[in-house]
């Protein structure tokens, strides 16, 4: 490695002593001023440390250690029920090195910087990673297949108007919504994913077995209810009527026209006049005389 960055670095002195402008590059968004950017080029060195089982060093470097470890990633490939110890992390140590821009970053750890300080670059592989998400999906769809269990319990004990009637719609429809949910993520990511297919598909599954007996459920509930319902309608509109009743709408009167010659207003109607005449005279009674055989 220092053989490489030395080789790198001579070659950059020389081209930078021909022509200095080699460390810099136009930048195509910066159209404005037209300055150059430095354009700076990473070489990334990594090493991978020895393995630690149980917080403890593998030191083992014969064939039979060799032989483990590739036991160990046989098995994290192309699984097939091989009993192995659970695998133990990633350690890198790296260096990134910019010969363009004259930098250089390195990653903390021992044997140079004390274990506090740091531990290098340490991660999972994604192997782990992946198994690790379809334990969890595997447990999800477990407790998405006991909620199902639970729902059809609940649904035999509610077998009667009167337990259907205490049972409230909207919790219920906030529980498919949620359950429909999970049916839909569950049924893309076991389409579009292949690493978690079985474990998604589980998922799915009982996300629609749960939003299967739930509709089923919700409409028995709005079917008992649905009577209830209409009497408390009609009840209120009853109510409503009833109050209109009691207090009519005020008649509003018309205002005058403001015109030229004074204030005038629009003649009234025969109806209306009618009407006045029989409120002022209210014993008037039309009289029709009666013809003699």
């Given at each position: 490695?220092?053989?490489?960055?030395?080789?790198?670095?001579?070659?950059?002195?020389?081209?930078?002593k021909?022509?200095?402008?080699?460390?810099?590059?136009?930048?195509?968004?910066?159209?404005?001023?037209?300055l150059p950017?430095?354009?700076?080029?990473?070489?990334?060195?990594?090493?991978?440390?020895?393995?630690?089982?149980?917080?403890?060093?593998?030191?083992?470097?014969?064939?039979?250690?060799?032989?483990?470890?590739?036991?160990?990633?046989?098995?994290?490939?192309?699984?097939?029920?091989?009993?192995?110890?659970?695998?133990?992390?990633?350690?890198?140590?790296?260096?990134?090195?910019?010969?363009?821009?004259?930098?250089?970053?390195?990653?903390?750890?021992?044997?140079?910087?004390?274990?506090?300080?740091?531990?290098?670059?340490?991660?999972?592989?994604?192997?782990?990673?992946?198994?690790?998400?379809?334990?969890?999906l595997?447990?999800?769809?477990?407790?998405?297949?006991?909620?199902?269990?639970?729902?059809?319990?609940?649904?035999?004990?509610?077998?009667?108007p009167?337990?259907?009637?205490?049972?409230?719609?909207?919790?219920?429809?906030?529980?498919?919504?949620?359950?429909?949910?999970?049916?839909?993520?569950?049924?893309?990511?076991?389409?579009?994913?292949?690493?978690?297919?079985?474990?998604?598909?589980?998922?799915?599954f009982?996300?629609?077995?749960?939003?299967?007996?739930?509709?089923?459920?919700?409409?028995?509930?709005?079917?008992?209810?649905?009577?209830?319902?209409?009497?408390h309608?009609?009840?209120?509109?009853?109510?409503?009527?009833?109050?209109?009743?009691?207090?009519?709408?005020?008649?509003?009167?018309?205002?005058?026209?403001?015109?030229?010659?004074?204030?005038?207003?629009?003649?009234?109607?025969?109806?209306?006049?009618?009407?006045?005449?029989?409120?002022?005279?209210?014993?008037?009674?039309?009289?029709?005389?009666?013809?003699?055989?």
């Amino acid at each position: 490695m220092k053989k490489t960055l030395g080789t790198r670095l001579r070659k950059l002195e020389e081209s930078a002593k021909e022509n200095p402008r080699n460390l810099l590059e136009s930048s195509s968004g910066n159209q404005i001023d037209g300055l150059p950017t430095p354009h700076c080029e990473y070489i990334l060195f990594a090493q991978v440390q020895p393995l630690k089982f149980n917080g403890l060093e593998y030191q083992d470097r014969s064939p039979k250690g060799h032989a483990f470890v590739r036991e160990i990633e046989n098995e994290l490939r192309f699984p097939d029920g091989t009993p192995i110890p659970q695998p133990p992390k990633l350690q890198l140590s790296t260096i990134i090195f910019s010969p363009d821009c004259g930098f250089m970053l390195e990653s903390k750890g021992p044997p140079g910087f004390a274990p506090v300080d740091g531990e290098h670059l340490v991660g999972l592989k994604q192997e782990v990673w992946l198994q690790s998400i379809r334990s969890w999906l595997t447990v999800l769809a477990a407790v998405a297949l006991g909620q199902t269990l639970i729902l059809k319990i609940q649904c035999k004990e509610a077998s009667t108007p009167s337990t259907v009637g205490r049972v409230s719609v909207y919790t219920v429809a906030m529980m498919l919504l949620a359950d429909g949910l999970l049916f839909f993520t569950m049924s893309l990511a076991s389409a579009t994913l292949s690493s978690i297919f079985p474990s998604a598909l589980l998922a799915s599954f009982a996300g629609l077995m749960s939003v299967a007996l739930g509709v089923r459920f919700i409409a028995n509930i709005y079917g008992v209810q649905e009577p209830e319902r209409l009497e408390h309608e009609r009840a209120q509109a009853a109510a409503l009527a009833e109050s209109q009743a009691r207090n009519p709408p005020a008649t509003v009167r018309s205002s005058p026209v403001i015109t030229a010659a004074g204030a005038d207003t629009l003649p009234l109607s025969v109806t209306s006049s009618a009407q006045t005449a029989s409120q002022k005279h209210p014993y008037h009674r039309s009289f029709r005389p009666r013809h003699r055989r």
